[in-house]
């Protein structure tokens, strides 16, 4: 061995052969495989509303899904968004009271969507409409609770991020730590207004 | 004692494994309304199978740093304590060099290789003669089950992800892969999913025996041993996706300066290509299990028609990845082939561009042929038509493929070792099984030998003839790389000659049997078919016993094989310009890439330049600003 490599410390640094930073197209490529599980979960939707026999969606048995308070929380994951923009912009200027409000109500937008969709389950559960008690219901708890549970990850993301910007983290040089999962954020937000549309206005 | 119980490794991966297995069983406990009675060993297995591979992965460190991160606690500086191997024991621990773990892939995987071949080995000794010889039919049911799945899902998907593992990083001139705490993790998930599958066969009611296709309604009312199938998939696919996700970013971002995308080698097209396959499809084989799990588990009625459900979307989700899914069993295999052949025949390859793109255009392709598989399924009959045409165009691709592969062996200078006898083996036995594939294509000709050993035969062309062909000849052309050391060229083409003549005798006869309508997963046959199904078994233990060969020639060559120089092929591609095998952070400097990669037989032909860019592009004959550039370094 040369002389020269005992001394390494750690490896050569990569080259870098493309403007996208890597934690960024990782996120993207893993959105990607995101978006193609909620496909399947949508082929199951229109295998059983379109496609089987007899086939029907709600309301069912006379309950309907309730499109108006579904409305008022798809507002509500939805200026989530813009809340959390306006934290990573905060970031970006230096504002870090900005970053610090915007994470918070950012978190407190989606911990309240989540909120109120259990209490929906709650409801709908109590009027018979159960994974159970038909494929409707199968795919309306499967494609919403799917949805839910990347709330709830991406709840777990921005606490740590939340977190993070009470102790003073993240710079207006280095907020890598807020824009990744940001996007995941926004990804979240963007799958909430295609499921809402399929499954409560179409 | 309580330090080992703290510390990241083997202890604490117990220690959490068992608590996961008491967590299970409280979660189950409190759901059930604190009724002790009332918790099911079926569901305790659901949940304990579902939580014990995260808390073994955390016990083993897999997450320490993550952990460490987001809880803002100081991460331990990178000082590389992780990185490279220097006992055996550091291939059981987690650790970030994708040399190490793609070793530990191989070898894992290789490990799967010999248990389902043994399933298959208990197959044919059952089918040897009509009657009952050795295992009930459910037993059979489950052994063939068990068997694809293994090999499909523990074998090649993840044998081609090891060897990729450790060539490509060395070959797009990167220190390691973009994330080599993930792979890691990509890599330990796999065992679990092994442990899991083989659980099965201590189910009651034995291992899962729906095929590996785990057709609706059958899985969601098969013996609980079903579940081993449907969560073992689960994390096999998370970690293949993970480690698809890892290379892509590593190709992507990581390549060193000069390496242009048509400067790479084809193998790392084939990659790129594959886990391009592998995150936008195997989503989907997920989904489909989950499905079934949340049928079985909790009485969702995805797959019930008496509640308004369709049996029939479990096959087109399961096949919109499962027919992707046979490209992700060969993409990285025509790489493997591309690299071997050029070498070997000290020749560029043939059409280049045309290589790569074909590549591309099978990725495209792969996604509107899916229903194939669903001819005789009862779907809606026109859906077959345009299926037949796309999945006969997708020989286009390929075929430019299989041409482009015979120019660049014409009027080569052809070196018949091992890993070309292998390559070669695999251009004849593809071709046969391409051509039975664009048979079974035809929609009348697939409705007569539908669920026949004719499919049973083409499968095994490809999958046999094809993969492990490719997997065979990647392991002997990189054997002294990944080890430093020479494996026993004697012993390699006894390994081809033997796999190659029995593979022939054991599979060319099922396309008879299955024109003659023996069906496959049938534990038993008619008379008719008797002689060559003695045939078929003696060749096929044959076959069993040539894998002996290649297991010896690799054990005794890593131990006490003749030391391989840095280049034994005198091959151009980066991964041959460093030691055998290469020092712990592969290069010293990162090389410059200023050629194509396949330049053999071209006079003074250079690929990589283990030089800074300024000094290399200065060499080339660049302007004389690089020139100066380079004086003030």
Redesign the interface.
């Known amino acids: ?2 002389a ?2 005992v001394h ?11 403007r ?3 934690a960024l ?2 996120m993207l ?2 959105i ?3 978006v ?2 909620f ?3 949508f ?2 939707y229109f ?2 509303r379109v ?2 026999e ?3 969606w709600f309301p069912i048995d006379g309950v309907d899904l309730p499109v108006g308070v579904a409305s008022v929380n798809t507002a509500i994951l939805l200026s989530s968004s813009l809340t959390l923009h306006w934290a990573q912009t905060s970031i970006k200027n230096g504002n870090h009271t900005g970053l610090k409000v915007g994470m918070l109500l950012t978190f407190l937008l989606g911990a309240t969507f989540l909120f109120v969709q259990v209490n929906e389950y709650i409801v709908l559960t109590g009027e018979g409409i159960t ?9 309306f ?2 494609l919403t609770g799917l949805h839910g549970a990347h709330v709830a990850v991406g709840l777990t993301l921005l606490a ?1 991020v939340t ?2 910007s009470f ?1 003073g ?1 993240y710079t207006p040089e280095e907020h890598d730590g807020v824009e990744v999962p940001g996007i995941y954020w926004h990804f979240v937000d963007i799958m909430w207004v295609v499921v809402f549309t399929t499954v409560y206005i179409l | 004692m309580i330090s080992h119980l703290r510390a990241p490794g083997w202890y604490r991966a117990t220690f959490w494994t068992l608590v996961s297995l008491g967590l299970s069983w409280a979660i189950l406990w409190a759901a059930n309304g604190f009724d002790a009675d009332a918790v099911t060993g079926i569901g305790f297995a659901q949940v304990a199978l579902l939580a014990f591979p995260l808390f073994f992965l955390g016990g083993l460190g897999a997450f320490d740093y993550w952990f460490y991160w ?1 809880s ?1 606690r100081p991460t331990r500086p ?3 304590s992780g990185h490279g191997a220097t006992s055996w024991q550091d291939y059981f621990r987690i650790n970030t060099d994708h040399k190490v773990i793609g070793i530990q892939y191989v070898v894992t995987s290789f490990f799967f290789m010999f248990v389902g071949g043994l399933m298959a080995m208990l197959m044919r000794a059952e089918l040897a003669a009509p009657g009952r010889q050795f295992v009930d039919p459910g037993a059979f049911n489950g052994l063939f089950s068990v068997h694809a799945s293994v090999l499909i899902f523990l074998f090649i998907i993840p044998v081609f992800a090891g060897l990729a593992n450790y060539v490509l990083p060395l070959m797009i ?4 892969m ?2 080599p705490r993930l792979n890691a993790v990509s890599f330990w998930l796999l065992p679990c999913a092994g442990v899991i599958m083989m659980l099965s066969f201590f189910a009651p009611g034995g291992s899962f025996a729906s095929g590996w296709t785990a057709y609706a309604p059958l899985s969601v009312t098969a013996p609980p041993g079903q579940i081993c199938f449907t969560i073992g998939v689960q994390f096999a696919g998370a970690s293949s ?1 993970a480690t698809a ?2 290379f ?2 590593t190709i ?6 000069g ?1 242009s995308f048509f400067r790479m080698p084809l193998l790392v097209w084939a990659n790129f290509s594959t886990s391009l396959l592998v ?6 084989v ?3 299990q989950l ?1 079934v799990l ?1 049928d079985r588990a ?5 797959f ?2 008496a ?4 049996v ?2 479990y096959q ?2 399961f096949w ?1 990845y499962s027919h992707p899914a046979v490209y992700i069993m060969m993409l990285p295999g025509f790489g493997i082939i591309s690299e071997i052949l050029a070498v070997k025949s000290r020749k560029p390859v043939f059409g280049y561009r045309m290589m790569a793109f074909s590549l591309l255009a099978i990725v495209v392709l792969g996604f509107a042929v899916w229903a194939h598989h669903m001819f005789v399924s009862g779907m809606q009959s026109w859906i077959r038509v345009p299926m037949m045409v796309t999945t006969a165009v997708i020989a286009v691709p390929t075929g430019i493929k299989i041409f482009s592969w015979l120019a660049t062996m014409w009027r080569g200078v052809l070196k018949l070792d091992t890993p070309m006898l292998f390559a070669l083996g695999f251009l004849t036995m593809f071709v046969l099984g391409g051509i039975s594939g664009v048979m079974l294509a035809m929609i009348p000709f697939d409705i007569y030998v539908s669920d026949t050993y004719f499919i049973v035969a083409h499968i095994h062309y490809v999958l046999f003839g094809g993969s492990l062909f490719t997997i065979f000849a990647g392991v002997y052309y990189w054997f002294p790389k990944m080890t430093g050391r020479m494996y026993n060229e004697k012993l390699g083409k006894l390994h081809f000659w033997m796999t190659f003549v029995f593979f022939n005798i054991t599979f060319a006869p099922m396309h008879l049997l299955g024109l003659q309508g023996m069906p496959r997963r049938v534990a038993d046959y008619s008379e008719q078919f008797a002689t060559w199904n003695m045939i078929i078994s003696v060749a096929s233990f044959a076959l069993g016993l040539s894998s002996l060969i290649f297991l010896y020639n690799m054990v005794a060559s890593w131990r006490g094989g003749k030391r391989a120089p840095a280049n034994p092929w005198n091959a151009l591609t980066l991964e041959w310009q460093v030691s055998s095998p290469p ?8 090389p410059t890439v200023v050629g194509g990669p396949y330049e053999y037989g071209v006079p003074g032909a250079v690929h990589g330049v283990f030089e800074s860019p300024a000094t290399a592009s200065a060499e080339a004959r660049q302007p004389a600003g690089a020139v100066s550039s380079t004086a003030k370094e």
């Open positions: 061995m040369e020269a490599s390494h410390h750690g490896p050569p640094a990569a080259n870098r052969s493309s996208v930073h890597p197209l990782g490529l893993f990607i495989s995101e193609m599980v496909g399947a979960f082929t199951a295998f059983i496609v089987v007899n086939a029907h994974p159970q008690s038909s494929a409707q219901g199968s795919v708890f499967a740590i977190l993070r102790r983290h | 987001a803002g990178e000082d590389h001139g990167a220190p390691d973009a994330f996706i996700l890892n892509l970013v992507i971002t990581m390549r060193a300066p390496m995150v936008i499809a195997t989503p989907f997920a989904a489909s499905f949340l909790l009485g969702f009625n995805f019930n028609a509640a308004g459900g369709d029939l979307m087109h989700v919109f020092p712990i952070f592969n290069f010293d400097h990162i």
